[in-house]
């Protein structure tokens, strides 16, 4: 599968999911940051939503601020999420050679994604990333946060936690790699519903499964194989909030879960 290979893939949710102009995201960026307290450990992995800024922002923040001021020592974030536009089998690379936003241009790890090609499952097209929001609305807070840092974006189709897992393997790395995770939680239930359905969800992700559906996350391709990944290396894994767009910008009757996570060395 392979489409138009622009060099730069332009902002497709700029001034939708997340302002539209530099200076006014940038100052939505820092105003969520710093919110965030203080933690002691950088986790490793990470597994953050992927709504618009004024309903999963706050959660997002949560993930990126566990990060701390290590996080300009990182080099390499390798992202994955979820396609919501194109069916296919597998997880697909930009040809692209960077993503912009508003706030600049991120610059794609060329050799980590030229080693990749060879993984079952891999395929190369823009055509699943040109409109895709899950690993878009990431960027920003990286710019702000590991300004030095490239990315190996992935989205995710119909792949199974092997194949997932073997990519995150592949791309592990050391302390300089991030691996981040897109993902929202359940969708479109009454509040106290979604509560108790994220709750669980919640718990499975810390217990290490990897058979979540759809239905608990949207992003359950790359969470499952991420699970198996992390399990093997016996990394911790620690809820850093969890919430849904009744707690945020929403009302309360039909409302998206969204959950922070992260992962630590033993």
């Not at 919110?35 to 706050?58: E, W």
């Not at 929001?133 to 992935?154: C, K, M, N, W, Y």
């Not at 990519?167 to 302390?175: F, K, N, P, R, Y």
Request: charged share 20%.
């Amino acid at each position: 599968m392979r489409g138009a290979s622009p060099a730069v893939r332009s902002a497709a949710v700029a001034g939708l999911f997340y302002p539209g102009s530099a200076q006014q995201l940038g100052a939505t960026v820092d105003a969520l940051l710093a919110d965030v307290p203080a933690r002691t450990l950088r986790p490793k992995a990470l597994i953050v939503p992927h709504a618009g800024y004024p309903y999963s922002g706050p959660v997002a923040a949560q993930a990126y601020g566990s990060l701390g001021s290590a996080a300009r020592s990182l080099r390499r974030i390798v992202l994955l999420g979820p396609s919501h536009r194109e069916w296919f089998h597998g997880l697909a690379l930009p040809a692209a050679q960077a993503f912009a936003t508003p706030l600049g241009v991120v610059r794609i790890d060329e050799q980590a994604a030229h080693g990749l090609r060879q993984l079952p499952g891999v395929v190369v097209s823009d055509v699943p990333h040109r409109l895709e929001h899950s690993l878009e609305v990431q960027l920003p807070f990286l710019q702000r946060v590991a300004p030095q840092a490239e990315i190996v974006p992935l989205v995710t189709g119909d792949a199974s936690p092997a194949e997932v897992a073997s990519v995150i393997d592949a791309l592990w790395g050391d302390s300089d790699t991030l691996i981040l995770v897109s993902s929202d939680l359940s969708h479109y239930h009454p509040y106290a519903v979604a509560q108790g359905l994220d709750a669980a969800t919640a718990e499975a992700i810390l217990a290490g499964k990897e058979a979540l559906s759809g239905e608990e996350a949207c992003g359950c391709v790359a969470v499952n194989g991420l699970s198996r990944s992390v399990r093997r290396r016996g990394l911790r894994g620690e809820l850093l909030d969890l919430r849904n767009s009744g707690d945020t910008a929403g009302d309360r009757d039909r409302v998206v879960g969204y959950g922070a996570f992260g992962f630590y060395d033993a």
